[in-house]
């Protein structure tokens, strides 16, 4: 999986409890992604990072926060867990952007009760 | 495991035949275009890229095919072994400098000994 690691590999939590899911590389790629993976909607993105600090919204962003404060590390947080993010969250590194590869690491089930 | 599997469109082919997997893709503006891997309990796996200037690529035992002209994208699997059992998965980046990429459904691809 490209030098990249997810913690935890699995989680169930309870309605309204704060979650934080990490991701960790060791291949000093600047951008990281966090997407979730339901049945019948593929991959999704929820936000990724093009550099310590620098962080954006994807494509499903609401009741998810971020943060990078080292190259290494991407952290994504559910403040208040809800039965809608039961999913599976994949985290994905890039060297660069623009047209670069992009890949996954094993990914964290996520259940919420 | 972390693979989407229900109600996924199912390629079933005999082991040592062909297989052709389909994508539509959205975006007229997207300049490139990834397949991905997925087998049970996995991240996505790189497979092979393309970009928009380019209507064929070749990789080893893949082929992925580009027509702009209808968004349809296509992986070509040549002599399908049982290790290629798994969801496939196409990428389209419309994100241009920040890598941003859409999905689609994925295609459970079934390889029969």
């Known amino acids: 999986d490209a030098g990249i690691t997810q913690s935890p590999r699995h989680k169930v939590t309870e309605t309204g409890t704060p979650v934080t899911l990490r991701c960790h590389q060791t291949?000093?790629?600047?951008?990281m992604y966090w997407y979730r993976q339901d049945p019948g909607h593929g991959l999704r993105l929820i936000h990724y990072?093009?550099?310590?600090?620098?962080?954006d919204k994807g494509e499903v962003s609401d009741g998810y926060s971020v943060s990078r404060s080292k190259t290494e590390d991407f952290l994504l947080t559910l403040e208040s867990a809800t039965s809608s993010q039961t999913s599976v969250y994949f985290c994905?590194?890039?060297?660069?952007?623009?047209?670069?590869?992009?890949?996954f690491g094993p990914g964290t089930r996520l259940t919420v009760l | 495991g972390e693979s989407v599997g229900l109600h996924l469109p199912t390629l079933s082919v005999q082991e040592g035949d062909n297989s052709i997997i389909n994508c539509a893709y959205s975006?007229?503006?997207?300049?490139?275009f990834i397949w991905y891997k997925q087998e049970s309990g996995k991240g996505p796996q790189f497979i092979i890229d393309?970009?928009?200037?380019?209507d064929k690529r070749q990789g080893q035992r893949v082929t992925v095919l580009l027509n702009k002209t209808v968004k349809h994208l296509s992986l070509q699997i040549a002599a399908t072994q049982p290790g290629d059992s798994a969801v496939y998965f196409c990428?389209?980046?419309?994100?241009?400098?920040?890598?941003?990429?859409?999905f689609g459904t994925g295609t459970l691809l079934a390889v029969q000994p």
């Open positions: 291949e000093n790629h600047r951008y």
């Open positions: 393309i970009r928009s200037n380019m």
């Open positions: 975006n007229s503006a997207s300049d490139y």
């Open positions: 990428a389209e980046n419309y994100g241009g400098a920040t890598n941003k990429l859409i």
């Open positions: 990072s093009y550099g310590v600090k620098d962080t």
């Open positions: 994905a590194i890039s060297e660069t952007g623009g047209t670069d590869t992009q890949y």
